[in-house]
């Protein structure tokens, strides 16, 4: 039973290999993702008075989460 639990981890680690190649991949759309939230942000603020942003983004899931 001994020599089955070092043969089952062994699976596990080629497994983990190939999930940390796709990470630097993730990096990429994660800068993306940052700038566009602020950008909406600025674009309510003007659209509509503090008190209405305020309100808009209950709705939008804050309130609801």
Known sequence: MEIGKPKRRI???PKSVPIPT??????????VREPTPPAKVPEKVPAHSTSTSAVSSVPNGSGQA
């Open 11 to 13: 699976t596990v680690n």
């Open 22 to 31: 796709p990470l630097p991949k993730f990096p990429d759309p994660a800068p």
